[in-house]
């Protein structure tokens, strides 16, 4: 199982960013995949996770407004869409899976197993 975060970068309050994970080693049509984040000197916390099964999605009422998860299948992705970001919203953002796993809720309400590399998020005047 490999995840592939990318899309990370500096970008100033109100603004967008997108962040794509790259899914290989496992078929994007059983297991629930989410994004997580860690803040400085804050715990890691779930910001959105997807049921790829069914494509039911869960975000915590934090981001729920803002941000959205989607995947895309020919390409074996899973994107989050961040709008109207805020400074509090820096942080490092993983995406994780669970293999034995297939509900976007419980995933985002547990740990998962398997974790890619972070990509970086700063959100900055």
């Known amino acids: 199982v490999q995840l592939q975060a990318s899309g990370g970068g500096l970008v100033q309050p109100g603004e967008s960013l997108t962040l794509s994970c790259a899914a290989s080693?496992?078929?994007?049509?059983?297991?629930?995949i989410g994004w997580f984040r860690e803040a400085p000197g804050k715990e890691r916390e779930a910001v959105a996770c997807?049921?790829?099964?069914?494509?039911?999605?869960y975000l915590p009422d934090f981001v729920k407004y803002r941000f959205a998860i989607s995947r895309d299948k020919n390409q074996n992705t899973i994107n989050l869409q961040m709008n109207n970001l805020r400074p509090e919203d820096t942080g490092v953002y993983y995406c994780a899976t669970d293999l034995g796993q297939a509900s976007s809720y419980a995933l985002c309400h547990s740990r998962p197993t398997e974790w890619g590399m972070g990509t970086l998020v700063t959100v900055s005047s």
């Open positions: 997807l049921s790829t099964n069914n494509d039911i999605t």
């Open positions: 080693g496992f078929t994007l049509n059983r297991p629930a």
